[in-house]
């Protein structure tokens, strides 16, 4: 079962934007945050904001990025490859996720558990929305 916690202007943006993602399932639950796949001017907007505030991004990714399948192969045209973050400028997808196990999902602080672990990966989904321009 996923459960998707969307951000209150998502009917009015073009694309996705930061949320989170509950997802239940024996031996695969977890919560997500970010945005996966976001469209190209969102992605350029993230990129930028990585570059002009490399402290903000590093709180924002201390939980841990996921992997990013589709990322680019190099750097895109206009950002230096040799900066820090360059293997974050290449990404299409911006996410993380914290796993539960089977008995945390049907133990009685679950919901507290959910919470401290959208707690810990709130600043990913602060940066990003205001990397892309919506209040959060």
């Not at 951000?7 to 024996?26: D, I, Q, R, T």
């Not at 402290?55 to 841990?64: L, Q, T, V």
Request: hydrophobic letters at 40%; proline letters at 8%; aromatic letters at 10%.
């Amino acid at each position: 079962m996923g459960l998707h916690f969307v951000h209150k202007a998502s009917e009015s943006h073009e694309g996705g934007l930061p949320g989170f993602f509950l997802h239940l399932a024996p031996g695969g639950s977890f919560v997500g945050a970010g945005m996966w796949m976001p469209p190209t001017p969102d992605v350029t907007h993230i990129r930028q904001a990585i570059l002009k505030n490399p402290a903000g991004w590093k709180k924002a990714r201390a939980a841990g990025l996921s992997e990013d399948e589709n990322a680019l192969k190099r750097v895109p045209p206009g950002f230096d490859p040799d900066h820090p973050y360059a293997a974050d400028l290449k990404r299409k997808g911006y996410v993380s996720s914290i796993e539960f196990t089977d008995a945390d999902v049907t133990g009685t602080e679950f919901a507290h558990q959910f919470i401290a672990a959208c707690k810990r990966l709130d600043p990913l989904n602060r940066f990003l929305a205001k990397a892309v321009g919506v209040d959060y």
